[in-house]
């Protein structure tokens, strides 16, 4: 047993630190989510900021937008040329997201300095990718409404985890440790 745990000694400790960090950054986000109120910014300040930058951004491309606090639900309602196109739930925020590439990052850290600037970029970067595919999203459930499912279940989840998946074969292949030993 203990030749195996030598052996695969690395393997462990990824797994290890992964599950570490995920679960303290999703317990942390969950305690934020538990205590927005709502009252200034609903449902919370980040679904909230997403909400207003995504109808910043379709009404600087030309269409008008706006969101409204749903009322039923913690969400909020997007109008797009007056007409009720989406919901952007805590979900389209891209937290959750981020979290899972910041536990994949440090389980494969590299230097300390480098690691930081690479975590904030990326998650930078995730942010401003999630707001450009609600706004082509909303876009597309505008003009094509009938293709709602594929849309919003198919390419544009594959559009934020490639993303995260193409940033994580980067990070492993030129600055975690595994990339400075070779």
Sequence with gaps: MKKLLLKYKSVIKFILTFLAVYVVLSF????????????????????????????????TWGYHSQVL??????????????????????????????ILFVAFILAFSGKFKVTVIYILSGSVFIYVVNLIRIVLLSIGLYHYPQHEAILHTVIFPAIIYGLVCFLWLVWVNRFSKIATNK
């Design 28 to 59: 942390s986000y969950k305690l934020y989510l538990d205590l927005s109120t709502g009252t200034d910014y609903y449902p919370d300040y980040v679904t909230h900021a997403v909400a207003q930058q995504t109808a910043h951004l379709l009404n």
């Design 69 to 98: 606090p749903h009322l039923d639900e913690p969400t909020m309602k997007l109008i797009l040329n007056g007409k009720y196109i989406a919901r952007v739930i805590e979900g389209c925020n891209s937290v959750s997201v981020i």
